[in-house]
């Protein structure tokens, strides 16, 4: 019978993996909308998918989980191949890259608490390390493609979307729950956040200085 430790680590392997591959078709639409070559798209798929989960293992100190198991590297590409052949034949929505993005955000970022957690990390860094999983790939993708990233759009709830998942996965997890308990509400916490702000328009208040400023 599988030990609950077990099914932890099959399940942050689960989630990883998805995120990987939504996070790798969320880089392959940002190339096609820039009418990138194959390898621009494979490219930017895999700096998408992976480069978050990266700069989280560097700043831990573990190794690189694409460089471990290359699976994560074989997904990625399936992906971003899947994703091409997929707008050869059919138009993707407008928003396909913003929900591609909002469900790879809900995945990746719970994976990274979950690893800075088996790292004995505490919860602020635990919480950072998620935030930094979750949204550091979308912004390297933003940037390669000269877009305003995510992160950082008035019209987004992005980063606040991905934190408040966290603090409930943490606040579960002080209380009790499982670890696969957990991340699934901050998943759906950070995924409904996501989708809310994309159809309502949903944003924080901006900083205004100067004679602008209301």
């Not at 293992?57 to 690189?64: E, W």
């Not at 913003?98 to 790879?104: F, K």
């Not at 955000?105 to 505490?122: D, K, T």
Request: with cysteine; aromatic share 8%.
């Amino acid at each position: 019978m599988p030990t609950p430790l077990h099914d932890t680590t099959r399940l942050l392997y689960l989630f990883t993996l998805l995120g990987v591959g939504v996070f790798a078709c969320s880089g392959a639409l940002a190339a096609g909308r820039r009418n990138l070559d194959p390898i621009g798209v494979a490219v930017l798929a895999m700096v998408t998918a992976i480069g978050g989960g990266t700069i989280r293992d560097v700043l831990l100190d573990r190794p690189v989980f694409w460089m471990v198991d290359s699976t994560h590297i074989v997904v990625c590409l399936a992906a971003a191949a899947a994703t091409w052949v997929w707008v050869h034949f059919f138009t993707p929505p407008d928003r396909a890259l913003q929900l591609a993005d909002a469900v790879g955000l809900a995945l990746f970022a719970v994976a990274g608490a979950q690893i800075a957690e088996e790292r004995g990390q505490s919860s602020l860094i635990v919480i950072l390390m998620g935030a930094i999983t979750g949204c550091a790939g979308g912004l390297l993708r933003d940037v390669l493609t000269a877009e305003v990233p995510l992160v950082f759009r008035k019209s987004e709830l992005y980063v606040t979307a991905c934190i408040a998942g966290l603090i409930a996965y943490v606040t579960l997890r002080y209380f009790g729950f499982q670890p696969g308990a957990a991340g699934s509400v901050s998943s759906a916490v950070i995924l409904t956040l996501r989708l809310a702000s994309i159809r309502w328009n949903i944003t924080l208040p901006t900083m205004r200085i100067g004679p602008d400023a209301d």
